[in-house]
């Protein structure tokens, strides 16, 4: 079946970095956007951005630009997001998302299913 | 930016009983609105995707309605096994933007 299974949590220190894995199995990994979304304690969710593993092209949302960064390994079909200059606002638990699938003409708008279990990244002191 | 009004933030509910989650749009979205039902510790299973249509192996107990701004989910005959949070997703415009989600409680 498809599914996107992440890597274990993980705890850092103010300015550190973090990378968070999602391996996909069950589908093509290439024929999909991937996007990454987090949830901070007693948040609501956020989009952070996507990957086209085809490709390598990302997009980020602007509020993550500059610090984020989307790659992938397609030889093992995982995604990866790297975020960094970490901040104790970003303690939150992150997921990856398969997105829409990827063609010539189309648009990476679409629906996430399914997702991965979530990552929990605490930063702290 | 389109901003997703979700509500309630919190429910109880009876086993038996029928549940309608709202979610408002900031703007047009035409029919671009997706429902997902999240258990703790699980991935988010997705439910309701372009507004009305029942994602395959969904118990048809769920439905969704609504076009353009007004978005409902509806959970007829609830279960106990429904007891979730339930949070709506558009994807008619970058960024992608979540409702506040509910978390429904089954008494």
């Known amino acids: 079946q498809v599914q996107l299974v992440q890597s274990g949590a993980e705890v850092k220190k103010p300015g550190a970095s973090v990378k968070v894995s999602c391996k996909a199995s069950?589908?093509?990994?290439?024929?999909?956007?991937m996007h990454w979304v987090r949830q901070a304690p007693g948040q609501g969710l956020e989009w952070m951005g996507w990957?086209?593993?085809?490709?390598?092209?990302?997009n980020y949302a602007q509020k993550f630009q500059g610090r984020v960064t989307m790659t992938r390994d397609t030889s093992i079909s995982t995604a990866y997001m790297e975020l960094s200059r970490l901040r104790s606002d970003d303690t939150a638990v992150y997921y990856c998302?398969?997105?829409?699938?990827?063609?010539?003409?189309?648009?990476?708008?679409?629906?996430?299913?399914?997702w991965g279990q979530g990552t929990l990244v605490t930063v702290s002191s | 930016e389109t901003t997703l009004t979700q509500s309630p933030a919190f429910m109880s509910a009876t086993p038996g009983d029928k549940v309608n989650i709202s979610c408002k749009a900031s703007q047009d979205i035409d029919d671009d609105m997706n429902w997902y039902q999240q258990k703790p510790g699980e991935a988010a299973i997705f439910i309701i995707q372009e507004a009305t249509t029942l994602v395959p192996g969904i118990p048809p107990r769920f439905s969704g309605s609504g076009y353009g701004t007004d978005f409902t989910l509806t959970i007829n005959n609830i279960e106990s096994e429904d007891a979730a949070y339930y949070f709506c997703?558009?994807?008619?415009?970058?960024?992608?933007?979540f409702g506040q989600g509910t978390k429904l409680e089954i008494k």
């Open positions: 997703l558009q994807h008619d415009n970058f960024p992608l933007t």
């Open positions: 998302a398969r997105g829409a699938r990827i063609t010539i003409f189309g648009t990476p708008l679409g629906w996430f299913d399914p």
């Open positions: 069950g589908y093509t990994f290439t024929g999909y956007y």
């Open positions: 990957i086209n593993p085809n490709s390598g092209g990302t």
